[in-house]
Each structure stands twice: as C-alpha cells, then as structure tokens.
C-alpha cells in the first residue's frame, strides 16, 4: 500500500469515467473500437485508425511492461514521499498502448526499462488509480 495523501485526483467527465472507476471490481479497462479493434488510451470519441465512433470499455490482461522509468526525488506535495518510480508502462494488448503511471510494491531504484509488470488499484473516493507492480 502506498502512501495515499499525496496524489492529485483526476477530474471525472462522461469521456473519463470508466477508466478512474473500472478498478472497483480490480480490472483495468480501456476504450476499444468495436469496428477495427484498436485500442485506444487516452480516451477520445473517435478510432484514430477507422474514425468509427463505436467505442467502449473493454477489459485488459493488466500485464504489461516498463518502457521508460525516471526516480523522483524531488516531493512536489505535502506529504508525498520520495523517492517514487514513474513509468510508462506498454500493455500487452497492443503495441503503443501505454499508460503513465507509477511502479509500486518494490523499491523504486529497482525498477528498470524491460520489467514486466501488472497493475494493481489504489483507491481515493471513488476513484481507482492504476498503479503497476513489478511481476
């Protein structure tokens, strides 16, 4: 568990809400295009590939690995300790498909480029954030 008075919640709006939320049943979904199947994150109202506007929230694996990683050291809230791991974490749905987010659930100078990972859920309110942990 991580520490839970630092982080910023996200604004929810009708586009977003699935994503923030979807962590209550602890499953990571993100928008699919029903026509052509590419997924697609951050969320938009369109298929960048078809222009097909019959998206939905599909289930993902939550599996996926760190693509780029920086240690901060520099607290930038009350509160929040450091240092902490942010990544870009590929899923292994799609290649591109990536999502910034924080490694957790191990020390974050032990983190590295190539490490699979899987998301795990902090909750604040209602919000679910997806976080990853190393595999």
Known sequence: MTD????VLPELNDLNRFFWTSGADQTLRILRCADCRHWLHPPGIICPICLSRKLSAEPVSGFGRIEAIT????PWSPGQPV???IAIVSLDEQAGLQLTTNIVGCDPEAAFIGQRV?????????IFLPLFTPV
Do not use: G, K, L
């Open 4 to 7: 839970q008075t630092f982080r």
């Open 118 to 126: 899987r998301v795990m859920f902090e909750q604040q309110e209602d």
């Open 83 to 85: 240092p902490y791991a």
């Open 71 to 74: 240690v901060n050291h520099q």
